[in-house]
């Protein structure tokens, strides 16, 4: 069914994504082809790949103090390649402590493992913040 697909996860994702970023006055921009939009997730990576984004856009709108936020996507050898960057200030990566303000990245480094994903964050103070997520698709 439609509920199936990628594309249903961006639609649930945006309309949580533009009133929390459009509050904060930060432009959300989603560059994701049809086709990668269109292709089928299971419920466990739907579940996932939308709780990681949102976790991460909360985080965009919380801590970057920046004005834009891009989510992209792109397949890469039978792998799909999301991204989400900032152009925020950025953070040292080394100062973030799991009980001590990390728990989100932790939950997301957790989530993608669930569902056999590769989680990368790269993050320098005044630099803004990339978190790329990486899955194999049929």
Do not use: W
């Not at 249903?8 to 560059?31: A, C, G, T």
């Not at 792998?79 to 009980?99: A, C, H, S, T, Y």
């Amino acid at each position: 069914p439609v509920n199936e697909t990628f594309k249903n996860v961006l639609d649930r994702l945006e309309i949580f994504s533009r009133k929390l970023l459009d509050s904060r006055n930060i432009k959300l921009h989603v560059e994701i082809p049809d086709y990668i939009k269109s292709l089928k997730l299971n419920i466990e990576q739907r579940k996932n790949l939308y709780l990681i984004l949102r976790e991460a856009i909360h985080n965009v709108a919380k801590y970057s103090q920046s004005t834009n936020c891009h989510i992209s996507a792109y397949e890469k050898v039978k792998v799909i390649v999301i991204q989400l960057r900032d152009d925020g200030i950025g953070f040292n990566l080394e100062d973030i402590k799991p009980g001590l303000g990390g728990n989100g990245l932790v939950n997301m480094q957790q989530r993608a493992e669930e569902i056999n994903a590769r989680f990368n964050i790269e993050s320098d103070t005044g630099k803004g913040t990339l978190i790329t997520l990486q899955f194999q698709h049929p």
